[in-house]
């Protein structure tokens, strides 16, 4: 296709995204007119201007979810399951359309866009064949002899609050189950990537979601219009991705009216290579727990661990795969590595390479910025990173991958578990028992033993310590979003 086919064919579908406020299953302007601009991180373009919720669209949408609860809660699991998984099939139909407007309003690669939307549809698929699994429990008391009866009910109206790394996926995530459980949402998106969910809204009509169901409210806001929200006492859930940072906030804001919380907050992940690993495999794994989505992930592989006798193979070899990316306009053929999603990402990440270079990391492929126009940041290897270099604390939350060495087994762990963050921890090593007797000695939520991608819908994905609290996907996912009763009967 011709520059300029393709340059109309982005214009088409961008003139057809919605850019409105979606309350109540319609679409509307926010209270006070305002709006804002979404710009493509690649030309640094405007590429769409959103209507801003307020705090009274806030409460408009607050009120649109409690009137829809009722009957969405009153409807059969499997009428509920039905509705979502016909929105997994529109989702997956429109998945190359969605991919497209995801990388023109984040940037990442078209192909990583293209991993995302079928991430994102399955979380509506797996929610479809869990909405029929809300199973309880019966017992007998042991002392009374009564009939202890525990069902789960849905909490009520959802607040969720998403980030722009996935604008797609670390939405569904939430909506999935919060439908699945019977519950309305009302959704803030990021506001550096709205689109992608206005852009979803009618789709979720068309599977049949009641208007009220799911809001959409983005706003440049965001503090005002969410604590109004958690401070409406119709409010019973916040379920927020984000950084550590905001998540307190929240805790702290969702302490007043004592709303439950589920937070998925950053990581630090470490990245051990064990002497006896498959270097290859380790090499394939590296890529892809750093690289998706140019490392701007929780999940992105943060500090490498590597045994001093496969340092030297594991450096060169991870070299040549980050060296040899292309990077550019995430829309182009073959490009790997797009921009970064805004200015101030690729700054820091800038910034936290050169202290790290100034204490005396060598850089063995990258580490400089481009310039010119779009933010982007090359992929870039830093080996013998010393221990005071603020990337091994901080998230990097771009394409550069730091490498340490090690020599032991429980050096490494202590190293590795040296951080506030525990949300996922990679390992790589032949030896199964090592793998198992290691992974249960590392403080994170998730483990990937020589895997280097754990996202699954059908598994249960979280953080300990400052990386969050609770768990989003497998049936876990859906308990976020039910209230356990017991009734104590005698018959
Ligand atoms: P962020 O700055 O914390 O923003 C996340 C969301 O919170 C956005 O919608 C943002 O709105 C909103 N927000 C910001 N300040 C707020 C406030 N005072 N009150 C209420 N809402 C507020 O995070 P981000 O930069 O978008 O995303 C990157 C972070 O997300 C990283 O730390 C990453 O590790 C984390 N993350 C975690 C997971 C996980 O599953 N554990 C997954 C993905 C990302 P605005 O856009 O309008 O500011």
Same mark, same amino acid.
């Given at each position: 296709?011709?520059?300029?086919?393709?340059?109309?064919?982005?214009?088409?579908?961008?003139?057809?995204?919605?850019?409105?406020?979606?309350?109540?299953?319609?679409?509307?302007?926010?209270?006070?007119?305002?709006?804002?601009?979404?710009?493509?991180?690649?030309?640094?373009?405007?590429?769409?201007?959103?209507?801003?919720?307020?705090?009274?669209?806030?409460?408009?949408?607050?009120?649109?979810?409690?009137?829809?609860?009722?009957?969405?809660?009153?409807?059969?699991?499997?009428?509920?399951?039905?509705?979502?998984?016909?929105?997994?099939?529109?989702?997956?139909?429109?998945?190359?359309?969605?991919?497209?407007?995801?990388?023109?309003?984040?940037?990442?690669?078209?192909?990583?866009?293209?991993?995302?939307?079928?991430?994102?549809?399955?979380?509506?698929?797996?929610?479809?064949?869990?909405?029929?699994?809300?199973?309880?429990?019966?017992?007998?008391?042991?002392?009374?002899?009564?009939?202890?009866?525990?069902?789960?009910?849905?909490?009520?109206?959802?607040?969720?609050?998403?980030?722009?790394?996935?604008?797609?996926?670390?939405?569904?995530?939430?909506?999935?189950?919060?439908?699945?459980?019977?519950?309305?949402?009302?959704?803030?998106?990021?506001?550096?990537?709205?689109?992608?969910?206005?852009?979803?809204?009618?789709?979720?009509?068309?599977?049949?979601?009641?208007?009220?169901?799911?809001?959409?409210?983005?706003?440049?806001?965001?503090?005002?219009?969410?604590?109004?929200?958690?401070?409406?006492?119709?409010?019973?859930?916040?379920?927020?991705?984000?950084?550590? %940072?905001?998540?307190? @906030?929240?805790?702290?804001?969702?302490? *007043?009216? $004592?709303? /439950?919380? !589920?937070?998925? #907050?950053? &990581?630090?992940?470490?990245?051990?290579?064990?002497?006896?690993?498959?270097?290859?495999?380790?090499?394939?794994?590296?890529?892809?727990?750093?690289?998706?989505?140019?490392?701007?992930?929780?999940?992105?592989?943060?500090?490498?661990?590597?045994?001093?006798?496969?340092?030297?193979?594991?450096?060169?070899?991870?070299?040549?795969?980050?060296?040899?990316?292309?990077?550019?306009?995430?829309?182009?053929?073959?490009?790997?590595?797009?921009?970064?999603?805004?200015? %101030?990402?690729?700054? @820091?990440?800038?910034?936290?390479?050169? *202290?790290? $270079?100034? /204490?005396? !990391?060598?850089? #063995?492929? &990258?580490?400089?910025?481009?310039?010119?126009?779009?933010?982007?940041?090359?992929?870039?290897?830093?080996?013998?990173?010393?221990?005071?270099?603020?990337?091994?604390?901080?998230?990097?939350?771009?394409?550069?991958?730091?490498?340490?060495?090690?020599?032991?087994?429980?050096?490494?762990?202590?190293?590795?578990?040296?951080?506030?963050?525990?949300?996922?921890?990679?390992?790589?090593?032949?030896?199964?028992?090592?793998?198992?007797?290691?992974?249960?000695?590392?403080?994170?939520?998730?483990?990937?033993?020589?895997?280097?991608?754990?996202?699954?819908?059908?598994?249960?994905?979280?953080?300990?310590?400052?990386?969050?609290?609770?768990?989003?996907?497998?049936?876990?996912?859906?308990?976020?979003?039910?209230?356990?009763?017991?009734?104590?009967?005698?018959?």
């Amino acid at each position: 296709m011709t520059r300029r086919k393709v340059r109309i064919m982005y214009e088409n579908l961008l003139a057809n995204v919605p850019t409105d406020l979606w309350i109540d299953g319609k679409w509307r302007k926010s209270s006070d007119n305002q709006r804002f601009d979404v710009t493509d991180p690649a030309t640094e373009k405007v590429i769409a201007s959103v209507a801003s919720a307020t705090v009274e669209d806030a409460k408009a949408a607050v009120d649109a979810a409690q009137n829809a609860f009722a009957g969405w809660a009153a409807r059969k699991p499997r009428e509920r399951a039905e509705i979502l998984r016909k929105a997994y099939e529109l989702t997956i139909r429109d998945a190359e359309r969605f991919a497209k407007l995801i990388t023109l309003e984040n940037g990442k690669a078209l192909s990583d866009s293209r991993g995302e939307i079928a991430y994102a549809a399955e979380f509506f698929r797996w929610y479809a064949e869990e909405a029929v699994r809300n199973l309880g429990q019966i017992s007998v008391a042991p002392a009374s002899g009564a009939r202890i009866v525990a069902q789960h009910r849905p909490s009520g109206v959802c607040v969720l609050v998403t980030p722009w790394n996935f604008p797609a996926a670390m939405a569904t995530r939430k909506i999935g189950p919060a439908l699945a459980a019977g519950c309305p949402v009302v959704l803030k998106p990021a506001s550096d990537t709205p689109l992608t969910m206005l852009a979803l809204m009618p789709i979720l009509e068309e599977a049949g979601v009641p208007p009220g169901v799911v809001n959409v409210i983005p706003s440049r806001s965001s503090g005002k219009v969410v604590s109004t929200m958690l401070h409406d006492p119709r409010v019973r859930v916040v379920s927020f991705t984000g950084s550590t %940072e905001v998540g307190r @906030k929240l805790l702290h804001e969702a302490a *007043d009216n $004592v709303v /439950k919380s !589920a937070m998925e #907050l950053g &990581g630090n992940a470490p990245f051990i290579v064990f002497d006896d690993a498959d270097i290859d495999a380790a090499i394939d794994g590296a890529m892809i727990a750093k690289m998706r989505n140019m490392g701007e992930a929780c999940t992105a592989a943060n500090r490498f661990y590597v045994h001093e006798k496969v340092h030297d193979e594991f450096a060169k070899k991870l070299t040549a795969k980050m060296s040899g990316l292309k990077m550019g306009n995430g829309l182009d053929d073959g490009v790997a590595l797009g921009p970064l999603v805004n200015a %101030e990402g690729r700054d @820091k990440v800038i910034e936290l390479v050169e *202290d790290a $270079v100034k /204490k005396g !990391a060598k850089v #063995l492929t &990258g580490g400089k910025a481009p310039g010119g126009t779009g933010f982007f940041y090359p992929a870039t290897v830093l080996d013998n990173v010393p221990d005071s270099a603020a990337l091994l604390n901080d998230e990097i939350f771009g394409p550069v991958a730091a490498i340490q060495t090690f020599k032991a087994e429980d050096e490494v762990i202590k190293r590795a578990n040296d951080t506030e963050y525990g949300l996922v921890a990679y390992l790589y090593t032949k030896d199964l028992t090592r793998g198992m007797r290691v992974s249960e000695k590392l403080d994170f939520g998730m483990i990937g033993l020589n895997r280097g991608l754990v996202s699954d819908p059908a598994a249960p994905f979280g953080g300990m310590k400052q990386s969050g609290i609770g768990r989003e996907g497998a049936h876990e996912g859906m308990m976020e979003f039910l209230e356990t009763q017991y009734v104590s009967v005698s018959w």
